[in-house]
């Protein structure tokens, strides 16, 4: 990875810094981690983020179509320099493509476009990153990475289990996304998780290709997690509210407990470690008046994940 940056951007990135912070509303940041970078050109990025503002069965507090442009917001404030990594992720090449529109679109067509836009990216060979959004989201993407990669499994960390078959009348609910991904007869591994329904462990009862870690297993030592369930190739979903609501309040359905920050990182690296990701997306962000510091934690962990996700692919590959 190449340090230092051309002054003139470096400069100009602090100048946008203190435009932010002066007004911090209708922000116009469009590229992740860094506006008016040299490192977001769509053809040689590795990664591709796809902010996803969507929101359609959301049961408890609304908010997050804004999720996206907060997380891009909060992130033009980052220092992009990974003490922990030793280098700048951003490096690698991480373009921003322009949010989803599902002006007028059905939620199963705002599903559809948004898994139409992650085939792009993977038709391209890059890393396709979603920002949400509700939850919802994450069934097509994973479909579309599955088609890529037949040997797909998943990991899915969050408060919630989402394997009821439908909520509220609709099989396309957040509360449901997980059940789709079995219904795809992919391995699936869900940790953190800290709410889940009767029918949910009914459903469990049937032997369903899941693995669950439970929060209190994290929470008292006793979580052992499968990592022989993995495969060479798997996608990550994060819902935020699997960190604990003192350090992420901003989300829809807060649960108490739930992982730490640093004990989340350490979570994400190991993945990295033992399996090679080639899709993840980071949902469930639900803005709050006077929380930025919610906003900027998911900006850091979708920074923190770009470079684990690649610095841990050289590591194998030496």
């Not at 949010?99 to 705002?110: E, F, G, K, R, V």
């Amino acid at each position: 990875m190449r340090l230092p940056w051309p002054n003139a951007w470096r400069n100009g990135r602090c100048a946008k810094k203190k435009e932010n912070c002066d007004t911090m509303t209708n922000s116009p940041v469009t590229q992740f981690g860094a506006p008016d970078a040299p490192y977001c050109d769509p053809a040689t990025a590795r990664v591709t983020i796809i902010p996803a503002p969507l929101e359609y069965s959301v049961c408890y507090m609304q908010g997050t179509r804004h999720g996206p442009q907060a997380i891009l917001d909060a992130s033009s404030q980052m220092e992009l320099y990974d003490e922990e990594l030793g280098c700048c992720p951003i490096e690698i090449g991480v373009y921003t493509r322009p949010a989803l529109d599902y002006t007028n679109l059905s939620h199963a067509q705002a599903l559809t476009a948004t898994g139409q836009a992650v085939r792009e990216v993977l038709e391209r060979g890059q890393l396709p990153l979603v920002l949400g959004g509700e939850h919802s989201l994450s069934a097509p993407p994973i479909s579309a990475v599955r088609d890529y990669f037949p040997d797909l499994t998943v990991i899915h960390i969050d408060a919630h289990g989402d394997l009821r078959d439908e909520y509220e009348g609709t099989q396309l609910s957040h509360a449901s996304i997980e059940r789709r991904v079995v219904d795809l007869g992919i391995p699936l591994t869900e940790i953190g998780i800290r709410s889940f329904s009767p029918e949910e462990a009914a459903f469990m009862k049937s032997q369903p290709d899941v693995a669950i870690v439970w929060g209190y297993q994290l929470a008292n030592g006793t979580a052992k997690i499968p990592w022989e369930r993995l495969s060479k190739h798997t996608y990550v979903t994060i819902d935020l509210d699997a960190i604990d609501p003192g350090e992420m309040p901003a989300v829809g359905t807060p649960e108490p407990g739930g992982l730490h920050w640093y004990q989340l990182l350490n979570l994400f690296r190991e993945i990295c470690q033992r399996t090679t990701i080639v899709g993840m997306d980071v949902v469930e962000l639900c803005p709050m008046e006077g929380q930025t510091r919610a906003d900027f934690l998911a900006a850091k962990l979708v920074y923190k994940m770009i470079g684990y996700r690649f610095i841990g692919e050289v590591a194998r590959d030496k």
